[in-house]
């Protein structure tokens, strides 16, 4: 573990986040459009600039090491590092015990700009329990970044995190 986030990465990740739920659609349209937005211009700061200086203030927790555990499975290697990370993240959020209000949103969010909410799309449709544990197992490896969070982080709690935020989302409208 690598300490407690800051203040200042907080307050950066906060404001990412707002940003990305607020203009994520937008930019998204802007960039289908080839054209350049303010809403476009506002994600690629969130994207770089806030990402990084929170990132360096705060670390990255779960969602990149489910990435990283992902990629012991073949059926992910055509999907990207966001589209894993993304479903990450929503692994993450059920692991941390998030209101499932904040789950929720995170869905949506990820549906309205194509980003995955399950298993299936990215490329696991058939993943079987020891498929899962497997991930789990690498996610919680030595030195990822899983070991971040402020509380003790094994594959047992990835493996649950894995299974429930996929049966979770797809049951969100």
Do not use: W
């Not at 994207?47 to 200086?53: A, D, H, K, P």
């Not at 360096?56 to 999907?79: D, K, R």
């Not at 020891?130 to 789990?136: E, K, P, Q, Y």
């Amino acid at each position: 573990m690598y300490g407690a986030a800051t203040r200042a990465a907080e307050a950066l990740a906060k404001l990412c986040y707002e940003t990305l739920l607020a203009d994520g659609p937008a930019a998204l349209a802007a960039v289908r459009a080839n054209s350049v937005t303010p809403a476009l211009e506002r994600i690629v700061e969130a994207n770089t600039l806030l990402s990084g200086l929170g990132f360096e203030s705060g670390g990255l927790a779960i969602a990149h090491s489910v990435h990283n555990g992902l990629t012991a499975a073949a059926g992910t290697h055509s999907y990207l590092h966001s589209e894993k990370v993304a479903f990450g993240l929503l692994v993450q959020l059920v692991v941390e015990g998030r209101p499932h209000s904040e789950f929720v949103d995170v869905v949506r969010f990820n549906r309205a700009v194509g980003l995955p909410t399950s298993l299936a799309e990215v490329g696991l449709a058939d993943a079987d329990l020891d498929l899962l544990r497997i991930i789990a197992t690498r996610t919680v490896a030595a030195g990822e970044t899983a070991h971040n969070e402020p509380f003790t982080v094994n594959a047992s709690m990835i493996l649950d995190g894995i299974r429930g935020a996929d049966s979770l989302a797809r049951s969100i409208s």
